[in-house]
């Protein structure tokens, strides 16, 4: 049995202010979404294409306003509060600022035990719970003491890891949650958090908009842009990359170890206006800044369909970017 499912969720916000009536962000736009049991779903997307709210979602901060949330084959009320339903389903949420997310003037320890003080816990027995949560992620047992100002942002990151893992979660949604520290410690943070999924049996849903983090800590991957799911991996297949033109634009901008193929390496660089989440484009959401867009492109918007044995894709020309790529920077017609 699946995890949780997300079944046509959309989530829009109006705006007040733009003409009669106000504007909608479509925030995110009938996204259908499982997550298995002992997976990491990793979620990826340029800021602004929806994926932070559909990680709310997913935990149980943000109603939808329409679709369903299925957890574990039961459908998740909407008469609750945001908030009661990730209590109830299980589900923890670590945020890009760990330093915003704990209390500035409450001691660490204080901001670890807080799930174990909803669950009526004993005060002797919180103190070691915390501890051992502290051991959990490399943080030495003297900063149950010392204020979140105290600590480095790679220590107040693990802090926050501490405390999401402190009431035993079903999934982490874990947003950003490594992008705001330096190369150094993302890599510390990254592998820590693997450990920690291997030993504690935690499910994740790894959202970034660093491909390259995305691609080391997930099973399987969804690529966003401008609300809606443009590629989705069914089964990690490290042979088979990912094929959508915005997807594989993503992971142009990565570097590449190797010196002498990175000097030779062309990165695709995107053009084009940018479109709004209040002001979607017609057709293909991406076909205003596409290198390969045609005519039927901002004509039609694709449907996500099967493109390989452990692929979807929303896309009219997959696997044809390299060929009209390379046309379209000679001067062919594609």
Same mark, same amino acid.
Request: aromatic residues 4%.
């Given at each position: 049995?699946?995890?949780?499912?997300?079944?046509?969720?959309?989530?829009h916000f109006?705006?007040?202010?733009?003409g009669?009536?106000?504007?909608v962000?479509r925030?995110?736009d009938?996204v259908?979404?499982?997550?298995?049991?002992?997976?990491?779903l990793?979620?990826?997307?340029?800021?602004g294409?929806?994926?932070?709210?559909?990680?709310?979602?997913?935990?149980?901060?943000?109603? %939808?306003?329409?679709g369903d949330?299925?957890?574990?084959g039961?459908?998740r009320?909407?008469?609750?509060r %945001?908030g009661a339903?990730?209590?109830?389903?299980g589900?923890?949420?670590?945020?890009q600022?760990?330093a915003?997310?704990?209390?500035?003037w409450?001691r660490?320890?204080?901001s670890?035990a807080?799930?174990?003080?909803n669950?009526g816990?004993?005060?002797?027995?919180?103190?070691?719970r915390v501890?051992e949560?502290?051991?959990?992620v490399?943080? /030495?047992?003297?900063?149950?003491?010392?204020? %979140?100002?105290e600590l480095?942002?790679?220590?107040q990151?693990r802090?926050?890891?501490a405390?999401?893992?402190?009431?035993r979660?079903?999934?982490?949604?874990?947003?950003?949650?490594?992008?705001s520290?330096?190369m150094s410690?993302?890599?510390q943070?990254?592998?820590?958090?693997?450990?920690?999924?291997?030993r504690h049996?935690?499910?994740?849903?790894?959202i970034?908009h660093?491909?390259?983090?995305?691609?080391f800590m997930s099973?399987?991957?969804?690529?966003?842009?401008l609300?809606r799911?443009?590629?989705?991996?069914?089964?990690h297949?490290?042979?088979?990359p990912?094929?959508?033109?915005?997807s594989?634009?993503?992971?142009?901008?990565?570097?590449v170890?190797? /010196?002498?193929?990175e000097r030779?390496r062309?990165r695709?660089?995107?053009?084009? /206006?940018?479109?709004?989440?209040?002001?979607?484009?017609?057709?293909?959401?991406?076909?205003?800044?596409?290198p390969?867009a045609?005519?039927l492109c901002?004509?039609?918007?694709?449907e996500?369909?099967?493109?390989s044995?452990t692929?979807?894709?929303a896309?009219?020309?997959t696997g044809?970017?390299d060929?009209?790529y390379?046309?379209?920077?000679?001067?062919?017609s594609?």
């Amino acid at each position: 049995m699946a995890l949780l499912r997300l079944e046509g969720v959309s989530v829009h916000f109006r705006l007040r202010g733009r003409g009669r009536g106000g504007g909608v962000v479509r925030a995110v736009d009938e996204v259908d979404l499982t997550i298995n049991e002992g997976e990491v779903l990793g979620i990826v997307g340029e800021s602004g294409c929806g994926k932070t709210t559909l990680g709310r979602v997913i935990v149980g901060l943000q109603r %939808p306003t329409s679709g369903d949330v299925i957890v574990r084959g039961e459908r998740r009320s909407l008469r609750q509060r %945001p908030g009661a339903n990730a209590r109830a389903d299980g589900f923890q949420m670590v945020y890009q600022d760990a330093a915003g997310s704990l209390n500035p003037w409450k001691r660490i320890g204080w901001s670890i035990a807080e799930p174990l003080r909803n669950e009526g816990m004993r005060k002797p027995r919180m103190r070691e719970r915390v501890l051992e949560l502290l051991d959990q992620v490399g943080l /030495p047992d003297s900063l149950i003491d010392q204020y %979140p100002g105290e600590l480095s942002g790679g220590q107040q990151q693990r802090a926050a890891i501490a405390r999401a893992l402190a009431g035993r979660p079903r999934l982490i949604v874990l947003d950003e949650a490594v992008s705001s520290l330096d190369m150094s410690t993302q890599a510390q943070v990254l592998n820590l958090l693997k450990d920690l999924a291997e030993r504690h049996s935690v499910n994740y849903v790894f959202i970034s908009h660093d491909i390259a983090a995305v691609d080391f800590m997930s099973d399987r991957v969804a690529v966003m842009y401008l609300g809606r799911i443009v590629e989705l991996e069914d089964a990690h297949d490290r042979r088979s990359p990912l094929v959508h033109p915005y997807s594989i634009t993503l992971r142009s901008a990565v570097p590449v170890p190797d /010196p002498v193929l990175e000097r030779r390496r062309k990165r695709i660089v995107l053009t084009g /206006p940018v479109a709004s989440a209040t002001d979607l484009p017609s057709g293909c959401r991406f076909h205003t800044r596409c290198p390969i867009a045609q005519p039927l492109c901002a004509d039609s918007e694709p449907e996500l369909v099967r493109a390989s044995a452990t692929s979807r894709v929303a896309c009219h020309f997959t696997g044809e970017f390299d060929d009209r790529y390379a046309a379209s920077r000679t001067g062919g017609s594609g």
